[in-house]
């Protein structure tokens, strides 16, 4: 694999990922949510530093893997996760500031102690604050598919930001990663399978994993009739 590893002062290190992944929407926030992100961000939300990469045993006051979830919308599966696992750090990052409230929220109403919030790009923030070889996982559920082909182009599971996931990995790292959308289970499935440093767990799809709650992109897949595919990729 390329040398793309340092947590880098400034820009992104390959043209494939200067594309954004998102669209910010400008979602309504509840009374709840704002009074979340005012009493309870300066806890919970760790400050986007490029001057300050991320310090996990600091940030968590202790020694535990930490797995980080890339765009967790409303926090659904962050949390449950959190509480069902609590040997493990969570890290959750999203652009969206309202569920970004209804994370934080939660973390108090369940009085979690285990997730921390950044609310930034997650490229970025993996190019600039996550040391290479630094975490023990990513969740990655129901990415935005992007469906039309001449959008694609903006779907998180491309070849630049695989290998930038693949790098923060520690070896025995794992990427778990579940859409519903068929063709982009397979073109990520293809694309993992040849990417430097990582192995499939299981021949092709992964089976479900138990601790994985059912969000409300999922309920609508299968409300929809689509199933949803999984995947476990491991660093070697
Ligand atoms: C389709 S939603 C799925 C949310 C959640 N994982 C679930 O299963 O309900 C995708 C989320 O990823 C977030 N997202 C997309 N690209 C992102 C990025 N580069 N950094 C942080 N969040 C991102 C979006 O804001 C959105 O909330």
Known sequence: MEDNSAVKAGGSESPD??????????????????RAVDELGPRFCI???????????????NERPVIC??????????????????????????????GVGKLLAAIEEHGLSNIRILH???????????????????HIFYPDP????????????RPGIVELLTSRLKPGGYLYFVTDIEDYADATLELLARTAGLRNRYEAYAP????????KFESRASNAGRSSFELWFERT
């Open 47 to 61: 400050p986007f530093n490029p001057e300050r990469p991320l310090d996990f045993p600091e940030i968590f006051g």
């Open 146 to 157: 992007w469906p039309k082909k001449r959008h694609h182009k903006r779907r998180l599971m």
């Open 69 to 98: 979830e890339i765009g967790f919308g409303m926090g659904l599966a962050t949390w449950r996760i959190a509480r069902e696992r609590p040997d493990y750090n969570y890290l959750g990052i999203e652009v969206h500031t309202p």
């Open 17 to 34: 990922r200067g594309i954004r992944t998102y669209v910010l929407r400008t979602g309504r926030m509840t009374e709840g949510q704002k």
């Open 208 to 215: 479900r994993q138990t601790w994985r709650p059912e969000t």
């Open 120 to 138: 930034h790009d997650a490229v970025e923030a993996l190019e600039r604050v996550v040391a290479p070889a630094s975490l023990s996982g990513f």
